[in-house]
């Protein structure tokens, strides 16, 4: 194995890098498409209207990109079911059927916080393929979003924080093993650390767990990713923007994957019901094209998800997920 895929892996905790690399100033490659986005409709299906899970988000997330101009309904990539052999990469076959089946225990109803059916369990499997279906384009253009995705809190035998089957983890087990690419790494900026891909990858030296997230929420006992960054309550732009922007010219150089997933979280809004720092819009746009000009810059595809972000203003919600897509096209757009 060459020196490039042997970078040690178990490094931890992060602690303030001296940046070894740098951004390249030479154009991408011109995008030969629009942005890929992928969304299909059941990503959205019924759902008690009164829960704290915003259900209805992914659709009105299309809805805004719609009504923006960014894309059109027809133009949105619709993915397949993820097939189960593909989700045992990352989990438990017997945990798998158990969730399908609408067989949880009681305890792991209260970790996952939501209501079975069997529209979710369709919508679950759907969106998995959703990302994997994103990453399967970005390696063929560079780049392409999720309207969906991140759901970093499922486990390999059980699920939690209204994560049901890890995304990340999938994707990352199914390319490596596919020989699609030799090392993949994860972007989690998620307000939450990921624990489930910490734990679930925690024996794959070929896929690097980073994860920003305030030290001080959930899950109350953490994980360890290979480079954990933990911010304090109430950190505001300026001071996140330079811990992503050092964080990413260190690691992207030291480990020089062939594929990053971002977890574009924007529950480190301001206005997050579940968050504790102190993002603006400016911020998560600054911060989502920094993420993309980093990976683009180096000539690393990137997979943009979505992950967290709770808001009892729906429409407003949308349209700070979309910042994501937004970003994306702006991104791609300038490297023409």
Request: charged letters at 25%; hydrophobic letters at 35%.
């Amino acid at each position: 194995m060459s020196e490039r895929r042997t970078a040690a892996k178990r490094t931890r905790q992060w602690r303030t890098p001296n940046p070894t690399g740098t951004i390249s100033t030479e154009p991408y490659r011109e995008p030969t498409m629009p942005l890929p986005l992928i969304y299909h409709d059941d990503y959205s299906p019924e759902f008690p209207a009164e829960h704290r899970f915003p259900m209805d988000k992914f659709r009105l997330l299309r809805d805004h990109l719609v009504d923006t101009g960014l894309t059109t309904d027809q133009a949105l990539l619709r993915p397949e079911l993820c097939p189960n052999d593909i989700l045992a990469l990352a989990h438990d076959r017997d945990y798998i059927e158990r969730y399908l089946s609408g067989d949880l225990s009681r305890e792991d109803q209260r970790r996952l916080g939501l209501p079975w059916s069997e529209a979710l369990a369709r919508r679950t499997v759907r969106a998995v393929g959703g990302s994997l279906l994103t990453a399967e384009m970005a390696l063929r253009d560079g780049i392409a979003c999720h309207l969906a995705g991140g759901t970093h809190h499922a486990h390999y035998d059980h699920p939690a924080g209204f994560c049901i089957f890890n995304d990340l983890a999938v994707i990352s087990r199914y390319l490596l093993e596919a020989g699609r690419v030799h090392r993949v790494l994860i972007f989690d900026c998620d307000v939450h650390q990921g624990d489930g891909t910490a734990r679930i990858l925690h024996d794959t030296p070929e896929a690097i767990t980073v994860s920003l997230h305030c030290e001080q929420n959930f899950p109350a006992r953490k994980a360890h990713s290979d480079w954990d960054i933990p911010l304090p309550r109430g950190m505001g732009d300026a001071a996140y923007l330079k811990v992503v922007d050092d964080a990413l010219n260190y690691l992207l150089a030291l480990y020089q994957p062939d594929l990053v997933l971002y977890d574009a979280g924007v529950d480190v809004h301001k206005d997050d019901a579940l968050g504790y720092l102190q993002l603006t819009d400016e911020g998560l746009a600054a911060r989502d094209e920094s993420v993309l000009r980093h990976c683009l810059g180096r000539d690393i595809p990137v997979v943009g998800v979505i992950g967290g972000g709770y808001s009892k203003d729906r429409m407003a919600l949308a349209k700070r997920h979309g910042i994501l897509h937004h970003s994306a096209a702006k991104v791609i757009s300038c490297s023409q």
